[in-house]
């Protein structure tokens, strides 16, 4: 791997912690076996020789992952799980959506921001000298409001996609070479047919989408002409709250809020009059609109497969495309009603008109990545994950 020549900068910040780092384990296994349990040596380098006996006995490989946006809801959750299951995680965040009262135990974490290619070399050639490299990058930081990027689509284009040409131009100079991307159901705009697959027309709807589609396409790029193995996650419409052995850890706790679940449980909360459902005349049973929620828990582990999964690749395959959704759809109707039952409130429903560009239904088809990476979502009941993400509001707000 070709060394930048960038010399670690003494003005980085230092790479905070939340709690010390159970370091019992080196981090710098090129294997990326994630899956905890079972002998997962595969095709070492002689960085195994480093690892510790405790854990080579134990068969198991730590990994050092660099997570962009680890402040926000779903890098952070995946990020407070890479660390339960002792991988080393440094999250990366502008803190501008981030929050650093909500920043993952156990995670280190550098204020910077993406645009910044000189601060990303520069870590990742620091972990280099020190013979800590990151074995892969997740990518989560970007601004994620579509109606927002209707009305100022150069934030959009800046923050996302230029801001994510400079993650890569940093990757290439000295960082790891594999990337998990965060990409989105919007991508496919409005979909010909139901349940969307990923070879679905490209076609987004808002520049949100279409900063997100614009990644995907470098990336093709990237994979070609440099060979950095990636995995292009479009999430579905994710939510709920992790759950621990002491209850809910964390959840969507987005500021401003425009997502259906946390803004209907603000009613039940007292913290709005009302929800509004914009459009009640669509074409479908009850004339909302129809979304596929998937849990963020589940979300969480098909992170940790694809990585497995890239691992596995070589450069020379095409890369990895998932959707990553519940495969059911529900209507807008049926998650007041769900929430109605989860949290006893009557939750008032106020009825206003369409909002351009949302279409009627989008439901994932899942079953490339059940299949390809044996995930199998947990939280397939849509009482279940508002269950999960009702227990976190109030937990949220008591303290
Ligand atoms: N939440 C969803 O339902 C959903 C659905 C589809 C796709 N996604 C994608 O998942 C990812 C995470 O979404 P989320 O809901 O956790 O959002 P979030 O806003 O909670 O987290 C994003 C984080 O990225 C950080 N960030 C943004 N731009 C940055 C920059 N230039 N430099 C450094 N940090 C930056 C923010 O401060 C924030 O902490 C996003 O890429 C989003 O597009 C989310």
């Known amino acids: 791997m070709p060394n930048s020549g960038v010399k670690p900068q003494p003005g980085i910040p230092l790479f905070d912690t939340v709690h010390p780092l159970r370091r019992q384990a080196s981090p710098t296994g090129r294997n990326l076996a994630l899956r905890l349990g079972r002998p997962l040596f595969r095709h070492c ?18 990994v050092k992952i660099f997570v962009t946006g680890g402040a926000g809801y779903i890098g952070g959750t995946v990020s407070q799980m890479l660390t339960e299951k002792g991988h080393e995680a440094v999250i990366f965040d502008n803190f501008r959506h981030g929050r650093r009262d909500l920043l993952p135990s156990g995670a280190q974490f550098i204020a910077g921001e993406l645009a910044d290619r000189q601060t990303l070399e520069n870590i990742f050639s620091s ?38 040409l400079s993650l890569l131009e940093a990757m290439l100079a000295c960082g790891p070479r594999r990337l998990i991307f965060s990409s989105t159901a919007a991508v496919y705009g409005e979909p010909e047919s139901i349940p969307i697959e990923e070879d679905a027309r490209l076609e987004p709807t808002n520049p949100y989408g279409q900063s997100k589609l614009l990644v ?81 828990s589940d979300l969480a582990d098909a992170h940790l497969l694809a990585l497995d999964a890239l691992d596995e690749r070589t450069e020379k395959q095409p890369p990895l495309i998932y959707n990553l959704g519940n495969g059911r759809g529900f209507s807008v109707r049926d998650v007041v009603s769900s929430a109605r039952r989860v949290t006893g409130h009557p939750i008032p429903e106020v009825i206003e008109p369409r909002r351009p560009g949302d279409p009627a239904i989008l439901v994932a088809s899942s079953t490339k990545a059940m299949r390809e990476l044996r995930w199998k979502p947990r939280y397939t009941g849509l009482d279940d994950i508002v269950r999960t993400a009702w227990l976190w509001h109030q937990k949220r707000y008591r303290a």
């Not at 409001?145 to 801001?163: D, H, K, L, W």
């Not at 579905?236 to 209907?264: C, D, K, M, Q, Y």
């Not at 049973?285 to 129809?290: A, H, R």
């Open 216 to 296: 995907e396409q470098m990336l093709v790029w990237f994979n070609r002409i440099h060979g950095i193995k990636y995995a292009s996650l479009r999430y579905f419409n994710v939510a709920g709250a992790r759950e621990g052995p002491n209850g809910v850890t964390r959840g969507e706790a987005h500021e401003p809020e425009s997502h259906l679940i946390p803004l209907i449980l603000d009613v039940a909360l007292g913290h709005r009059p009302s929800i509004r459902i914009y459009g009640d005349d669509y074409p479908t049973p009850d004339g909302t609109c129809i979304r596929d929620y998937i849990h963020v």
């Open 127 to 164: 972990a280099r000298q020190n013979l800590q490299p990151f074995d892969a990058v997740l990518h989560f930081a970007a601004l994620i409001e579509a109606g927002e990027s209707m009305q100022r689509p150069e934030i959009y284009f800046r923050n996302n996609t230029a801001g994510t």
């Open 45 to 62: 380098s002689s960085y195994r020789l480093k690892v510790p006996q405790t854990v080579v006995e134990r068969g198991i490989f730590f």
